[in-house]
């Protein structure tokens, strides 16, 4: 199975700041043959399932603000919110589904300062 | 747009089956999209349980492989997942979830407790 592992397990961003929180696969998740990483990120409030934000690891999802960006290839991804809103609180988890199992990274736990 | 309502039971016993069923509607469950579950306790994080297309091909994870079924019931417009021989490790929320690139619809989430 492909290990997916984030850093850092929780952030404190004051508002209007940015936040970067990394991901890093066991092994790479880029796809030569079409150039394309498979890798997504979700946000998830209290209480709620996980919402898609990005996927090929750098597209946005429709309806997604543009402050949040994904970057990175092969093992190595970082999302980052440009300007932190307190409706970005939540906790962000990456996701590889470049080969079944498809796996997770354990989260980390966004919070305002 | 594709909205997912999940429906099942909160309670089950030890060695029992879970059965959750997950109702797809402004769309079709014969669409584009494959249908996977996915659980989440708080000492596994989120797990991928498996998957399904609307031709019947199932792609299970392997940690789960021996207790899992998926099926389609397109007369419904809906989807299953049936766990078997539960244990105390079983128990999480279970999410369905819509993947056309990565998971873009999800279920409200049914809370599963093993007990």
């Known amino acids: 199975d492909i290990v997916m592992t984030q850093s850092p397990d929780s952030l404190a961003v004051s508002l209007g700041e940015r936040a970067t929180i990394n991901c890093k696969s066991s092994r790479s998740v880029l796809n030569t043959s079409n150039n394309k990483n498979y890798l997504a990120w979700y946000q998830q409030k209290l209480g709620h399932p996980p919402e898609l934000l990005i996927y090929w690891a750098s597209t946005r999802e429709s309806g997604v603000p543009d402050r949040f960006t994904g970057s990175g290839s092969g093992t190595d991804f970082t999302l980052t919110i440009s300007s932190l809103q307190a409706a970005d609180v939540a906790v962000y988890y990456c996701q590889q589904y470049y080969s079944s199992p498809y796996t997770f990274g354990q989260g980390t736990k966004l919070e305002i300062k | 747009q594709v909205q997912l309502q999940q429906s099942g039971p909160g309670l089950v016993k030890p060695s029992g089956t879970l059965s959750l069923t997950c109702a797809v509607s402004g769309g079709s469950v014969s669409g584009s999209h494959w249908w996977s579950w996915v659980r989440q306790s708080p000492g596994k994080g989120l797990e991928w349980i498996g998957e399904?297309?609307?031709?019947?091909?199932?792609n299970y994870n392997p940690s789960l492989k021996n207790r899992v079924t998926m099926s389609v019931d397109k007369s419904k417009n809906q989807f299953s997942l049936n766990l078997n021989s539960l244990t105390a490790a079983d128990t999480a929320v279970y999410y369905c979830a819509g993947m056309l690139v990565a998971m873009d619809v999800w279920g409200q989430g049914t809370t599963v407790t093993v007990s």
């Open positions: 399904i297309y609307l031709s019947g091909g199932t």
